[in-house]
């Protein structure tokens, strides 16, 4: 069974990537660089899916 501790962890981890991605779009559009924006919409759904699947769970594990 995964530790509590790791799935904290990775929670904090995917947050971090979503600002991350968030601060590559708005230079993407500051740029005028559609390709970067498009792309990184893309990469948002996907971390989408992680939040669901690893920080809710988390969540759910410190209530």
Same mark, same amino acid.
């Given at each position: 069974? &995964?530790?509590?501790?790791? &799935?904290?962890?990775?929670?904090?981890?995917?947050?971090?990537?979503?600002?991350? /991605?968030?601060?590559?779009?708005?230079?993407?559009? /500051?740029?005028?660089?559609?390709?970067?924006?498009?792309?990184?919409?893309?990469?948002?759904?996907?971390?989408?899916?992680?939040?669901?699947?690893?920080?809710?769970?988390?969540? &759910?594990?410190? /209530?």
């Amino acid at each position: 069974m &995964i530790e509590k501790t790791k &799935i904290r962890e990775m929670a904090d981890l995917i947050a971090s990537i979503k600002r991350e /991605a968030e601060t590559l779009k708005e230079l993407g559009c /500051a740029c005028d660089i559609k390709c970067v924006e498009m792309n990184v919409v893309r990469m948002c759904a996907m971390i989408k899916m992680l939040e669901l699947n690893i920080t809710d769970v988390a969540d &759910i594990l410190e /209530a």
